[in-house]
């Protein structure tokens, strides 16, 4: 796809706006549409706020907070629009009222993904009349930092629509992950969800704190992670024979009950406990500050993602 290519955005809320922020840093022409009230002006503060944290990525040529527009309807946001990024609530029947929509008023080629975190494609796909366009293109927060995204066909989409969806992902600096099995959860969010329920054991069970958990993954896990993930940061804990010896000496240990997976009651109590955990851990802070840092953190990490790992294939 062209530097003039136009993409529209529907639904502007975290991720929609994320969506945007990569989009215009990427050079394109957005335009959005989401039917709240002072949406636009929400959009261009979030966006205002992001921007040196792409300008310190590298902003491609032309690139500008001018190129995107807000629209009335669906309809005049899709109709010229290569791509058409869906961001509205994950809730099925809003999803499947606005797919029906563009698929209105969309091109016939145009792509069309959906970043629900966890209704498959299949199901989006129902009743409409180019179902082979639609598919998840599931993003992480913050879009316009984190390369990631998966993309998952559904029954109707044909292989030529998934590779030209995989080549404009690329083509914006991201990592098209292609899921080709559909699963409730697609692959991260199947992951991150097991990490998260066990996390809240461990809380309401009165074993670790909100900052406790929270400090084993930053200080431990988390660094090892960034660069290499579960599976080779494992080949490393099995000494010169790598994973081969890593299973043959913690197998055993997988028998033991060392996750409950079941995700615990989220009773009132608990609630509580992790509101009051995260907010005095945060102190003062404000949400936007935070995420100013992160975003700063972020763009070293991106950097030595980067430097260390040049042989990732995906
Ligand atoms: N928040 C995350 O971390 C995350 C990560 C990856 C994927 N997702 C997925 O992204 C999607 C959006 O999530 P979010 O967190 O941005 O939600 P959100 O609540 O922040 O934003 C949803 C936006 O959709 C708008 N909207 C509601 N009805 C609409 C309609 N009919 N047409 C257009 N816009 C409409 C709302 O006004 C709101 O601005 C969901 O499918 C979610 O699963 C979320």
């Not at 975190?117 to 989006?124: K, Q």
């Not at 699963?183 to 900052?211: K, P, Q």
């Not at 494992?234 to 043959?248: I, K, T, V, Y």
Request: with cysteine.
């Amino acid at each position: 796809m062209s530097q003039s290519t136009t993409v529209a955005v529907i639904g502007t809320g975290v991720i929609g706006n994320g969506w945007i922020g990569r989009f215009l840093a990427q050079g394109l022409d957005v335009i959005a549409f989401d039917p709240a009230e002072g949406a636009e002006e929400r959009t261009r503060q979030v966006i205002q706020q992001v921007w040196p944290s792409l300008e310190k990525l590298g902003l491609a040529e032309g690139a500008s907070q001018r190129r995107l527009t807000f629209v009335p309807t669906i309809e005049e946001a899709v109709q010229n629009a290569a791509v058409i990024q869906e961001n509205v609530p994950e809730r099925e029947d809003i999803k499947r009222s606005v797919l029906t929509n563009i698929d209105q008023h969309a091109k016939p080629d145009a792509i069309i993904g959906s970043s629900t975190s966890g209704i498959m494609a299949t199901t989006l796909q129902q009743g409409l009349q180019y179902p082979g366009r639609v598919i998840v293109a599931h993003p992480f927060n913050p879009v316009y930092l984190l390369p990631l995204v998966e993309l998952v066909g559904g029954e109707e989409t044909d292989a030529a629509l998934m590779e030209r969806a995989k080549a404009f992902y690329q083509s914006i600096g991201m990592k098209p992950l292609v899921i080709n099995k559909e699963i409730e959860g697609h692959v991260a969010d199947r992951l991150m969800e097991a990490l998260w329920r066990e996390a809240l054991h461990l809380v309401n069970d009165g074993i670790a704190t909100t900052e406790e958990v929270d400090a084993a993954i930053i200080y431990g896990a988390g660094l090892r992670w960034a660069q290499m993930g579960p599976f080779l940061t494992f080949h490393l804990a099995g000494g010169d024979q790598g994973m081969r010896h890593m299973l043959e000496q913690f197998g055993p240990a997988l028998k033991k009950p060392w996750t409950k997976l079941e995700a615990p009651e989220l009773t009132d109590e608990l609630k509580e406990k992790v509101i009051e955990g995260c907010e005095s851990h945060a102190g003062n802070v404000p949400i936007s500050d935070l995420e100013n840092k992160r975003n700063e953190f972020l763009v070293k990490l991106l950097d030595l993602v980067e430097d260390y790992w040049p042989q990732s294939k995906i």
